[in-house]
């Protein structure tokens, strides 16, 4: 259950097309624009315009989701006037077997336009969640549809908080997730955040798309927060404690448990085992 909108939040910024293109300096991303006040889901939009043909680049923006969608199944709580979600339709010519080190760039993009725009030290636990201060800030949320071994469509959601209180949040979350606005006692202007965020994300979608795979994860290794850490891995096989020692090429995760047994895993969710701040999701 979302509390309705805080009275703090003093005098939202509204995001309109003409005040988030000026002073966009992409080529693509964001150069066809979709804003909505309210709607279900900017992913679920963004899957439904780019089975029409919409062209790469195109960004799906909303100002609240009434069932913004997490991964694993859960939900995005996305009250209005204060958050960014976004969703961008992409068509790389890649193998559908190396998407995943796409969202892992993603996530370095993320991390990268928060350090821009709010100068806070973001760190990533594997795959793709941005941290701030161990607690949860941005996720990441990459829809594909593949047809005859090929990607036909890939659309990257972004929920990034900003402006929230930690209030607006349910109980069980508020020890495990924050804001921007929380992290730097004061609001952030939203539509500048969202230029930073597009930018930072056509940079890495170039690279993604042009350099050797390797690239990337040397550029998302060093922002690690997961990497070195005791970590339990909740997956569909089972559950799995052990130390993360690193990713194979495609970004899978390689965790070690004390008796030596190791085991990869491409998809998962991840928690860090530290006594004083476990970051999950
Ligand atoms: C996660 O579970 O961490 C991923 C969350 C992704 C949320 C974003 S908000 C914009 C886009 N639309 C959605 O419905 N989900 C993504």
């Not at 071994?149 to 997730?177: A, Y």
């Amino acid at each position: 259950m979302i509390p309705s909108t805080s009275s703090r939040a003093s005098r939202p910024q509204p995001l309109t097309p003409d005040a988030i293109r000026s002073g966009l300096k992409t080529e693509r991303f964001g150069r066809t624009l979709h804003l909505y006040d309210r709607i279900e889901s900017t992913n679920a939009v963004a899957l439904a315009l780019a089975e029409q043909g919409a062209a790469e680049g195109t960004v799906i923006l909303a100002d609240s989701q009434t069932q913004g969608r997490g991964r694993m199944g859960r939900r995005w709580i996305s009250p209005p006037n204060v958050n960014l979600y976004v969703s961008i339709i992409l068509r790389p010519d890649r193998d559908p077997d190396r998407i995943g080190l796409w969202t892992l760039s993603a996530a370095v993009g993320a991390a990268r336009a928060i350090e821009q725009a709010a100068a806070l030290p973001a760190r990533l636990k594997w795959p793709n969640d941005v941290l701030i201060h161990h607690k949860k800030i941005s996720g990441l949320l990459l829809e594909s549809a593949i047809q005859g071994g090929e990607i036909k469509h890939l659309v990257l959601g972004i929920g990034l908080n900003v402006n929230l209180f930690r209030e607006l949040l349910p109980e069980s979350l508020r020890d495990s997730v924050t804001s921007l606005r929380e992290e730097l006692g004061h609001e952030l202007d939203r539509i500048e955040l969202l230029q930073r965020l597009l930018e930072q994300l056509e940079l890495q979608y170039q690279s993604f798309r042009t350099e050797p795979l390797h690239k990337i994860l040397e550029a998302y290794v060093p922002l690690s927060d997961t990497l070195g850490q005791t970590v339990r891995v909740r997956s569909p096989g089972g559950e799995w404690t052990g130390k993360a020692t690193g990713l194979t090429a495609d970004g899978d995760l390689i965790v070690q448990r004390t008796d030596g047994r190791e085991k990869v895993f491409r998809s998962g969710d991840v928690i860090h085992v530290r006594p004083s701040h476990a970051a999950r999701d």
